[in-house]
């Protein structure tokens, strides 16, 4: 989920302080936010740093920090991020020597303000047992015949080909899914349809062993790529605290020292299927 991830399920820096008029907690204007997130067996690209928004702000984005000290650490090791080019407050590593591998143990530093935030994390193991059945997803074309209900008929109760991904989950971990067009010209499944929808998608957090794909899901034909992605507990804990009553909570929920957001990481696997058309 990586480059993405943030789209959905990575929640802003408003979202982390959680603050309002009843709230007891009121973030220092010279807070980091880190927004730091380690995908398995992947480049790190995924580092965001930006300053906090203060009460009563009309900006609804927190000012990005694009000359912090940025470090992660592994066994010992130090390995300094550079900023990356046309991306805002973004840091990465430019170097081939790290690896993110499952049971690694990770830390940040952010050197800013004349203060240092840090964080740790573990990389989490990969999901176990992920499966597609069947492999195929046969869609149709839609029209408009028949009025509003024909369309509805046609189009959001053709899903008797549901796929279903399954994966194991024993000890009740936290996963989210992603689903993308792997064609190089990917062609639309052919519709008269006067909207579209977005060709990528990324799932909520979920603490179970099954996500279902039908006809809504997809737009384009060809070979897709599900991957399913295991969460360590500081990303789910922060995820699952978005919906607290500001009036319950004294502070942001955060693995930030010093600091505010979250360092997390992930680890996927992944399964493939067809989208062909009647």
Known sequence: ?????????????????GCSE????VPESD???IRGYLYANEPVTEIQITSTLGLGSENSIAPPINDAEVTLIKGGNRYSLQPTPQREG???????????????EFKIEVSYFGKLATAQTVVPPSPVGVSIYPEELI????????????????FFDDDTTALK???????????????????????????R????????IISVPIRGDEYRITRINVTHLGLHRVKVYRVNQEYADLYRSRNQDS???????????????????FNSDSVSFQVVQE
């Open 1 to 17: 989920m990586k480059k993405y991830i943030s789209a959905i399920v990575m929640l802003s820096a408003l979202m982390i302080m």
């Open 22 to 25: 009843e709230t007891p907690f």
């Open 31 to 33: 807070l980091v936010v």
């Open 90 to 104: 973004y840091y990465h590593y430019p170097g081939i020597d790290l690896s993110v591998d499952s049971g690694d």
């Open 139 to 154: 869609v149709r074309s839609f029209s408009f015949e028949g009025g509003g209900w024909g369309f509805r008929r046609q």
């Open 165 to 191: 991904v399954n994966w194991l989950n024993e000890d009740g971990s936290t996963f989210y899914v992603t689903l993308d067009n792997l064609e190089p010209d990917p062609q639309p499944i052919t519709t």
């Open 193 to 200: 349809l006067p909207f579209a929808r977005p060709s990528r």
């Open 247 to 265: 009036r319950d909570l004294n502070e942001p929920l955060t693995n930030i020292v010093n600091g505010l957001g979250v360092f997390a990481a």
